[in-house]
Each structure stands twice: as C-alpha cells, then as structure tokens.
C-alpha cells in the first residue's frame, strides 16, 4: 500500500464539502492535515480511498457524509456528483467518490468552482 498525501484538487474539494455545516463536520476537517490518499478506486479513476494518519483509528464499514455535491460542467449542467464517505460511526473520512453521468469516466476531478453544495 503506496500511501500519499493529498493532491491540491483533493484537498481543495475535501475543504469545500467540509464547508457544509453537519453533525460531525468539525471533526471530519479538523482531519484533513493528516490525511493520506491510499489509492484509486480502479485504474484511473479519479476516486479515492482515504487514510487517517493517527493512531487507534481504523476504518471499517463506510457511510455517506450528510452532504450533497453537484458537479455542473462550463455550460450549467449536471454531469455528475461528490460523495464524501467515513467510516460507519461517521467520525473519520474513509474516501471521496466522484460519480458522473457523462458517457467517459472524468480523468480529472472538477474544480472547486464547479461543485454546488445542495
């Protein structure tokens, strides 16, 4: 397991869906510094799973986070979403989904600008 720090654009929408005000929200962004991307969900797919650096967490069965995240394109539309997962007890970050709707599989997670929280 190759474990890396997270990219710029990783970082940038884990902030911004953090930004949503939700029971566990605080914790959730008060993790960020110490989280490590583990790896792609499949073979370039933008999609990640994630790692908490600290001890006597572990990840186990995960949950959707209480927050919507539409992803619209340049021209307004809606082509896809961000979903924020944690563990079962909703208490640390466990992976950041992006689910499209387009034809291809995005190669590249949108930026910020691009993502409404709903």
């Known amino acids: 397991m190759a474990l ?3 990219n710029s654009a990783e ?15 605080a914790e959730l962004r ?14 370039g797919s933008v999609s990640v799973d994630l ?6 967490r572990h990840t186990g069965p995960s949950r959707l986070a209480p927050v919507g995240a539409a992803v619209i394109d340049e021209d307004g ?3 896809g979403e961000l979903l924020l997962w944690t563990d079962d ?23 910020v600008e691009h993502v409404r929280l709903v």
């Not at 008060?30 to 073979?43: H, I, S």
């Not at 790692?51 to 006597?56: L, N, Q, S």
């Not at 007890?89 to 949108?110: F, H, I, K, N, Q």
């Open 4 to 6: 890396r720090p997270l």
């Open 30 to 43: 008060a993790q960020l510094d110490r989280t490590e991307v583990v790896g792609p969900w499949a073979p």
């Open 51 to 56: 790692r908490v650096d600290e001890p006597g």
């Open 89 to 111: 007890a909703g208490r640390t970050l466990s992976a950041l989904e992006y689910a499209w709707v387009t034809d291809d599989m995005p190669t590249v997670l949108p930026p």
């Open 11 to 25: 970082r940038a929408l884990l902030e911004h869906l953090l930004s949503a005000e939700f029971d566990g929200a």
């Open 77 to 79: 539309e809606y082509i």
